[in-house]
T-cell receptor, first 112, second 115 residues
């Protein structure tokens, strides 16, 4: 029930295309869903986050879509650029606790 | 540049050594964390200090010992480690937000190799 399942494990997208990464969770008590981006040799950094009272959140080229009934959420990267090549982790957490559960990660490569 | 500073960036130690990893943040955050990350895996939470009170992940072996000297400093003491403990150790901090979850700010990590 604590797991967050993430797919795909790796993804190759042409420059200018749309990158889509999906996550699913079991525990309906989760109420905070962030996405972290990690470049090689660096720590993860928060990219965008959503709470379950909204179905979509957009920040620049990055959009989170959230489906509460299906217990799924996804990250869409529009107009993908080579600089977006990184590992992306979805996560889920509780508002009442300083703890989040990470998904398994997706290695995204954007081809020029 | 990251606002969470970790030292050393790289550490090689033998199984009988005692060493420490250090972490510092000056963002006024009251929660600090140690995560372990193996290659191609997500970060795994080891310890959380919230207002200098420790929460422990019960699966973490006792050869890892955290210390929080004050709200801006976090150490991880290492003793009698095993080769399988080789990993990237990440420190993070966050605000303690009432009714919310604070954004985690990660350091760049300490790459540990146990021989």
């Amino acid at each position: 029930q604590q797991q967050v399942k993430q797919s795909p494990q790796s993804l190759i997208v042409q420059k200018g295309g749309i990158s889509i990464i999906n996550c699913a969770y079991e525990n309906t008590a989760f109420d905070y869903f962030p996405w972290y981006q990690q470049f090689p040799g660096k720590g993860p950094a928060l990219l965008i986050a959503i709470r379950p009272d909204v179905s979509e959140k957009k920040e620049g080229r990055f959009t989170i879509s959230f489906n509460k009934s299906a217990k799924q959420f996804s990250l869409h990267i529009m107009d993908s650029q080579p600089g977006d090549s990184a590992t992306y982790f979805c996560a889920a957490g509780y508002s009442s606790a300083s703890k989040i559960i990470f998904g398994s990660g997706t290695r995204l490569s954007i081809r020029p | 540049d990251t606002e969470v500073t970790q030292t050393p960036k790289h550490l090689v130690m033998g199984m009988t050594n005692k060493k420490s990893l250090k972490c510092e943040q000056h963002m006024g955050h009251r929660a600090m964390y140690w995560y372990k990350q193996k290659a191609k895996k997500p970060p795994e939470l080891m310890f959380v200090y919230s207002y200098e009170k420790l929460s422990i992940n019960e699966s973490v072996p006792s050869r890892f010992s955290p210390e929080c000297p004050n709200s801006s400093l976090l150490n991880l003491h290492l003793h009698a480690l095993q080769p399988e403990d080789s990993a990237l150790y990440l420190c993070a901090s966050s605000q303690v937000v009432v009714g919310g979850t604070g954004e985690l700010f990660f350091g760049e990590g300490s790459r540990l190799t146990v021989l």
